[in-house]
């Protein structure tokens, strides 16, 4: 479909956006990092409050198109920036106030349907989902990566069950001609002997592939460590995650600052918080029932929030060592990009 004709409402629905703002507070004023701008939902909404200043993230370097529709209503209050959000910490951020960091893990409607990117099991053609500033492609994957890294992929990023026979089935066929969407998609389909009728057969490859390209993994994880450096005391950390394994690397990151002593690299031991985050509700944030019927995407988001206890830049963590074979998994990819001609 054309974006062009897409209905503004299919194009763009800021998710927990009520819950966002009540959380974040820009009625007080202060800088605020929307780490992924995309259509600019969060953005415009923080800028209608008065002394408040949003710097914008996106590694989709088409958001600057509508990025910079409201850097033309606001000049002085709006920077966008084409980085990933891992990147944040490399922003000139010492003289800013940051009271509240925003991450939204989902796709838009926009990007889903764009043919380009081949984000969807429904498009035609090459395998893309390449978000912005990638090194391979899905296609390189499918095409070039090995039968038990295929299944590995596949079973811990996507959870999905069938993998291993889906991986060498996908090498059979690959021997015979390169894989594109549609070949992908009829290789799961005549694989997969347990149909389930509510969801597609290829949406679990799919997303995991999307996780392995786009790295993130180790995009989110770092993210969230350069995002609570550059936070600062009394600021609110807000993420929206759209599946599993996300929310559960926010949860553990929220969740071990929050319980474990965070100890400053130099800060004198007697200056140094018992812990760095504060989290006032431990349980997720759900969209309500009529946010749903208004936007069906939106029922598998949750939110959560932690806020920064002292404006202590480094601390120690231990995400990295929790997450490391999944970070192990992602690596397979370097050597697409790192071998190619």
Known sequence: MDATIVPEVQKHYPVLLKEIISIISPQYGGTFIDCTFGQGGYSKKILEFENTKVIALDRDIESEAKANQI????????LFKNIKFSQLNNLKLKNENVKGIIFDLGYSYVQIKDPKKGLSFESKGKLNMQMGLNNYSAEDAINKLD??????IFKFFGDEKESKFIARNIVKERSKKKIDTQSLV?????????????????????????ILVNREISELIFGL?????????????AVVSFHSLEDKIVKYFFKSLSEKKSIS????ITEQPETLLKLSEKKAIIPSEEEI????????????YAIKKSDFYDFKTDILDQFKDLIEIESYGDKLWKRSP
Not at 187 to 206: G, L, P, Q, W
Not at 294 to 300: D, M, Q
């Open 293 to 304: 019927a208004e936007n069906l995407p939106s029922r598998s988001a949750k939110l959560r």
């Open 147 to 152: 039968e038990k890294e295929l299944d590995k």
């Open 265 to 268: 690299r130099y800060a004198p």
């Open 186 to 210: 009829e290789i799961i389909e005549n694989t997969k002997r347990k149909k389930n009728f509510k969801v597609h057969s290829a949406t679990k490859v799919f997303q995991a592939l999307r």
């Open 225 to 237: 460590i350069n995002a609570t450096k550059v936070l600062k005391q009394d600021g609110v950390l």
């Open 71 to 78: 850097k033309n209503k606001f000049e002085d209050r709006f």
